[in-house]
Every structure is written in structure tokens, then in C-alpha cells.
């Protein structure tokens, strides 16, 4: 059964670790993320943005799919099913799918929007039990297919944010999504440690986790976040196996050409990928 991620994240935030949320991108993906998940003793959170949600034939299906495989695969570790950097419209659609959380990015608004829709959403996701991710500060980088640089979000705006009753908070401190240029100033600690001072107990996102040097990722962690999001390094991974499949000529061989023969390499490659960040986050046999 989904649960919400507001339990998990007080938990990890408390315990100084966090917990992962792996974009699914199909079934082969949600599949190998939730098998990682228990082999590890892990709680987990399926990421959904809008563009996957659309690929996959829209929120139904996928909660339809995540549901089916907790139950078939006995899935006993908590799992949420959460819309990554949703639209205040696509938030009502997902709750309305059965999704167990939402993230309401209301970054592009003026903060005076960006609180009146969030209070919204507090008050309707707190009467369904969905936890609710706000965003303050524009995550830099390409998300779906809109490029920013990191930026960092204003300390006071994000205590804003967060005494509106949301459940943890995505606040930009100059991290970026997808790859990281070269000239990348590295995450502004600073900011992280202001935040944390206004905002107290509650957890912290880290977005665009991938290719964030570690011993960053660990001292996050220790200045209070508790929800880190991992997708590039995945589809990066799950892409690499599977050019080296084709390159090798595997899929002239036999019956190689089986598409469950043609993913599988890149199911693996997911899973360790899934598996040595559960390790980096610390949050290993904590479900």
C-alpha cells in the first residue's frame, strides 16, 4: 500500500539520512526501483514528473501499475508515489489518481501566488492524508526542457513556505538538474544552513542529485535533508547498458532480440545505480 513520505522524511531528517526519490520513467524502471528498495530494507519515493506521467498514458495508469506491483512483488518497505515539480492543476489530478504525495512548484510565481496556492493544497492534501512538497527558489538546470542556472532561494521566503503547513520543503542552494557544468560553483552551504535555522524540524529536498560529489551529499544531509531526487544518473546508467547490449550484437544472438532480453541489462544498471545511492543517503535497513 502507498503511504504518504511525510512519516519517512521526519524519520530520515531525525536519524540524519535520507531518502531517495528515483524518477520511473516505465514499468522496467518502477520494477527494478521497488526491488532495490526491498532487497535494501529501504523506504523509497517513485518520482513522476508531468512529461512521465503523459508518457506513461497519465496518472491512472501509474498508480494502477505501482499499486499492482507492491501487492504482486510483496513489497513490505514504505513506498510513496509523489509528482515531481507539479503544476497547481496537475497536483489535483494526482491526488485524484490516488497518488500518496505531491510537490506543488510554485517557484515561477510571486511569492504572495506561490502562498495563496500552497495554503490551498495544504488543506486538501492534509484532509487526504498526501503529503505535500513546496518549492521556493528556482532549481537551475534542464527540467523538462526549461534550462536555469542554480540559484539560491531567499531564507525568509522559504520559512514562508514552510509555516504554511506543507511537509518538507525544496529550496534552491545553487544545485541544478540534469548534468553539472564544469564551472559549477559546488552547493551553497550557507544558504542551507539559513534555511535550516528558520525552518527547524522540517525536512529539506535536494534536487538534481546527480552528479553532487559525495561528501557534499553527506554534509546536506547533515544540515537537515532529508529527500534527495536522483533521475539523470539512472536514465544515464539504464543507456549505457543497453548501447553496450546492441554494440555487442547480443540482440542478433538467438532470441536476443526479446525486448525483455534488451532491457534487462539496463534493469541492472538501474538497480546498482538505485542501490549505491540508498548506500551514499543512509538509508539502508531503515524501513
Not at 246 to 275: C, H, M, N, S, Y
Request: aromatic residues 6%.
Amino acid at each position: 500500500m502507498l503511504v504518504s513520505a511525510k512519516e519517512m522524511l521526519q524519520k530520515a531528517k531525525a536519524g540524519h539520512y535520507a531518502v531517495g526519490q528515483f524518477n520511473i520513467n516505465n514499468l522496467e524502471w518502477t520494477k527494478a526501483i521497488l526491488q532495490t528498495a526491498q532487497e535494501n530494507n529501504s523506504p523509497v519515493i517513485l518520482g513522476v514528473s508531468e512529461g512521465a506521467g503523459k508518457y506513461m498514458c497519465g496518472y491512472k495508469t501509474i498508480v494502477g501499475m505501482v499499486n499492482g506491483m507492491i501487492e504482486e512483488m510483496n513489497i513490505t518497505v514504505p513506498v510513496a508515489l509523489h509528482l515531481d515539480h507539479g503544476s497547481f492543476e496537475h497536483c489535483y489530478k494526482c491526488i485524484d489518481a490516488g497518488f500518496s504525495s505531491v510537490m506543488f512548484d510554485g517557484s515561477h510565481y510571486a511569492i504572495d501566488e506561490n502562498v495563496e496556492k500552497t495554503k490551498k493544497l495544504v488543506a486538501d492534501c492534509a484532509a487526504k492524508g498526501i503529503s505535500l512538497e513546496a518549492e521556493v527558489g528556482a532549481i537551475g538546470g534542464e527540467e523538462d526542457g526549461v534550462i536555469g542556472k542554480g540559484e539560491c532561494a531567499d531564507p525568509n521566503e522559504c520559512k514562508m513556505i514552510a509555516d504554511l503547513g506543507i511537509d518538507f520543503l525544496a529550496a534552491g542552494i545553487g544545485n541544478i538538474h540534469g548534468k553539472y557544468p564544469e564551472n559549477w560553483e559546488g552547493l551553497s552551504f550557507e544558504t542551507l544552513d539559513a534555511i535550516q535555522q528558520l525552518t527547524g524540524d522540517m525536512p529539506l529536498v535536494l534536487h538534481g542529485g546527480t552528479g553532487i560529489p559525495a561528501d557534499m551529499i553527506k554534509k546536506a544531509i547533515s544540515l537537515g535533508v532529508a529527500k534527495i531526487n536522483v533521475n539523470t544518473e539512472c536514465q544515464l546508467a539504464f543507456s549505457a547498458a543497453t548501447r553496450k547490449y546492441i554494440e555487442e550484437g547480443k540482440d542478433l544472438q538467438g532470441k536476443g532480440f526479446d525486448p525483455r532480453k534488451v532491457l534487462a541489462p539496463g534493469v541492472e544498471a538501474i538497480k546498482a545505480t538505485v542501490k549505491e545511492k540508498m548506500e551514499l543517503f543512509g538509508s539502508i535497513n531503515k524501513a
